[in-house]
């Protein structure tokens, strides 16, 4: 039976745990990474998270992988990383596909809304 959407985002949702601003900031406090994986038009109608790191969900794949050459060092399989995207659907996907590369530590923060109601800063 084919994947639906509504089964990824299931099976993302039972691994990845979901956290609030409180924990993503502790995490980056302990070296952690938070990474915002909206597409570029996004960042710039609203601006990121303060301290955040930017991979499209598009190119998490070849990012990810460090037996590529496309690889981005700021991924490491023993680093936590703390995702978002608008919503928080995007975030627990790309969670669930770091989750299946060997990353270790990977947690959803939902969306860009939920850093800024948890009191997060947003810079352009």
């Known amino acids: 039976m084919p994947l639906t959407v509504k089964a990824m985002m299931e099976a993302a949702n039972a ?3 979901r956290v609030d601003t409180d924990f993503a900031q502790q995490v980056m406090e302990q070296g952690g990474l938070l990474l915002d994986v909206r597409d570029a038009v996004e960042l710039q109608q609203t601006g990121r998270a303060n301290g955040a790191h930017h991979i499209p969900r598009s190119m998490l794949e070849f990012r990810a992988d460090d037996s590529l050459q496309s690889h981005d060092p700021e991924l490491r399989k ?3 990383i703390v995702l978002y995207c608008a919503a928080g659907g995007r975030a ?6 770091l989750k299946d590369m060997g990353y270790e530590q990977v947690y959803n923060l939902g969306g860009l809304p939920d850093w800024v109601n948890g009191g997060g800063e947003v810079s352009s």
Do not use: D, I, Q
């Open 15 to 17: 691994v990845v745990e």
């Open 78 to 80: 023993n680093r936590p």
């Open 92 to 97: 627990a996907l790309a969670g669930k596909l």
